[in-house]
């Protein structure tokens, strides 16, 4: 357990790429370490010009963090693939990095004809499609997956801000595993990403 005292200098180095209002909670969240991965996904889009790869690097060289197993090495052959369409790029990003900390492996795009092209070359095992996007809208994107046949089985989960029965009612006649609505709760979008996934597992 972290020790019940003031930020070391690699603290403050770590809190400085961190927009002022966080920094409190930021230490804090130091401190309570097992909630560390889901604070570390919250504060992504708060990040200034550092990455969120040298936020790690800094947050893996404080003292207890390692004995914690917060920073496993990631098993690439049992990692869970999933695509991440939506032209909302802080929220992708954010929803990226939870899914990583769940040792998943994410790739992502801002439109449907893009995440076609990403899930024809990489099968991914799901897909969260936004439904308002440009070039080609979800529904669209989802009717190309259903009349491909290498595609069709691809479990997609709505993530969408679109709430009305006629939105909820169309994409299920695509056959979906699942909707959620903007805002979310993490929690209730693993548990629905769990449920699709079936068979198939990964890393807590």
């Known amino acids: 357990m972290l020790a019940d005292k003031p930020p070391s200098k690699t603290h403050n180095k770590t809190i400085a790429a961190v927009s002022g209002s966080l920094k409190t909670r930021l230490y804090l969240h130091l401190r309570a370490a097992k909630q560390l991965p889901q604070f570390l996904a919250n504060i992504t889009l708060c990040l200034r010009r550092k990455s969120r790869e040298t936020v790690v690097s800094s947050l893996r060289n404080l003292k207890g963090i390692g004995m914690l197993g917060l920073f496993k ?3 690439d052959t ?3 693939r999933i695509l991440v369409v939506d032209d909302e790029a802080d929220l992708v990003s954010t929803i ?3 899914l990583e900390w769940r040792h998943c492996k994410v790739s992502t795009a801002s439109n449907g004809r893009e995440g076609l092209e990403k899930a024809t070359s990489e ?7 936004d439904t308002n996007m440009p ?10 997956l259903r009349k491909n046949p290498d595609l069709k089985d691809i479990p997609v989960i709505m993530v969408t801000a679109l709430c009305e029965s006629d939105d909820i009612s169309t994409a299920s006649s695509y056959n979906i ?3 959620i609505t903007k805002p979310f709760d993490f929690t209730d ?3 629905k990403i769990t449920k699709a996934l079936g068979n198939k597992t990964f890393e807590e």
């Open 73 to 75: 090495p990631k098993k």
């Open 123 to 129: 099968k991914p095992d799901l897909i969260l499609l």
């Open 78 to 80: 049992s990692q869970v």
């Open 177 to 179: 595993a699942d909707y």
């Open 96 to 98: 990226q990095c939870y």
């Open 189 to 191: 979008l693993m548990e």
């Open 135 to 144: 070039v080609m809208n979800g529904h669209q994107m989802l009717d190309c």
